[in-house]
Nanobody
């Protein structure tokens, strides 16, 4: 059974930083792209960033490019999202997601689809 456990959310002032962590178990980490989606109140869930474990490729939604960095520690089956220069509009519940990697799909498909989800962690950015 795939399990994804997030940690690291919280309250931060605008301009501050937070790091989210997602630890996976119950599956072969190398077979997946691991990433983050977020959902703000009244809005649809959107892909934020993802990383294909087997080749290390990373993808970001336009609004976080240059501010967020995704990385992994494959020995620990953990993916991190370093979030800098946070803005109030980054406020959302952030969900870790695992997407089975299929080489023939578009490289950034992990920003638009996930097979499994974590429980979510709240990130609140105050102005």
């Amino acid at each position: 059974e795939v399990q994804l456990v997030e940690s690291g959310g919280g309250l931060v002032q605008a301009g501050g930083s937070l790091t989210l962590a997602c630890s996976g178990s119950g599956f072969n980490f190398d077979d997946y792209a691991i990433g983050w989606f977020r959902q703000a109140p009244g809005k649809e869930r959107e892909g934020v960033s993802c990383l294909t474990i087997v080749n290390g490729k990373t993808h970001y939604t336009e609004s976080v490019k240059g501010r967020f960095t995704i990385s992994s520690d494959n020995a620990k089956n953990t993916v991190y999202l370093q979030m800098n220069s946070l803005k109030p509009e980054d406020t959302a519940v952030y969900y870790c997601a695992a997407d089975f990697f299929i080489e023939t799909l578009p490289p950034d498909s992990c920003l638009h689809h996930a097979d499994d989800w974590g429980q979510g962690t709240q990130v609140t950015v105050s102005s």
